[in-house]
């Protein structure tokens, strides 16, 4: 099997899309990546699935569909032990979609209060789905642990970035350079994972 000349990233994410275009570009120069944003019309797919699988192959098979293309998408979550199912898979939902992250990671520092760093841990879970014309959908996950930090920190990445705390890097997500981030996220883990089986496909 040949690569592909092109594969849609499927969201309508802006900054979620250049991460994921930042890092694939790289591996694969020959590639073109485009977004969701460059087919008029496109649909944004209802996050109905109760895992993230389920979810990323909702976005993917639905992008596919539309364009035709080899469509990749992902599901991400927050996953906090000190408030077991409160996130997850429904972290972007997390006190309603239309609360700022701002807000939700206010309200979670509420929550946690008074919790102590032992029992603060955390891990960002990520699948990605590739959906393709005729073919089975395939999927690829990786967890990135920490735990969630006293209060936000950082400029950088999007999301519940400022408030997940990294040990091994001391700072949060959010402090780091998008390349450092690339390193050890959750969506660099996956990506790298999809870019080893993309290789093998040629």
């Known amino acids: 099997m040949s690569l592909p000349d092109r594969i849609v990233i499927a969201t309508h994410n802006a900054k979620k899309a250049k991460e994921m275009v930042t890092i694939l570009s790289g591996t694969f120069p020959t590639i073109e990546f485009s977004t969701l944003e460059e087919f008029p019309g496109a649909p944004e797919s209802e996050e109905t699935g109760e895992t993230y699988q389920e979810n990323a192959a909702i976005k993917a098979e639905s992008a596919c569909k539309f364009t035709g293309l080899w469509s990749l998408a992902d599901d991400a979550g927050l996953e906090i032990d000190a408030l077991p199912g409160e996130l997850g898979v429904h972290s972007k939902r997390f006190a309603g979609e239309d609360t700022s992250f701002k807000e939700k990671m206010r309200l979670i520092l ?13 891990r960002f879970q990520c699948t990605i789905a590739l959906a393709r014309p005729n073919e089975k959908t395939v999927f690829f996950d990786a967890t990135c ?7 936000p920190s950082g400029k950088g ?25 690339h390193e050890i996220s959750h969506r660099g883990k996956v990506l790298r994972e999809f870019s080893k089986w993309l290789s093998k496909q040629s």
């Not at 929550?111 to 603060?120: A, C, D, L, N, V």
């Not at 642990?145 to 209060?151: L, P, T």
């Open 110 to 122: 509420l929550w946690m209060s008074g919790i102590p760093t032992e029992k603060r841990s955390a």
């Open 145 to 151: 642990e920490g735990r969630i930090a006293e209060k």
């Open 157 to 181: 990445g999007f999301g519940y970035d400022p408030i997940f705390w990294l040990d091994e890097r001391d700072c949060t997500m959010a402090d780091l350079t998008a390349e450092q981030k």
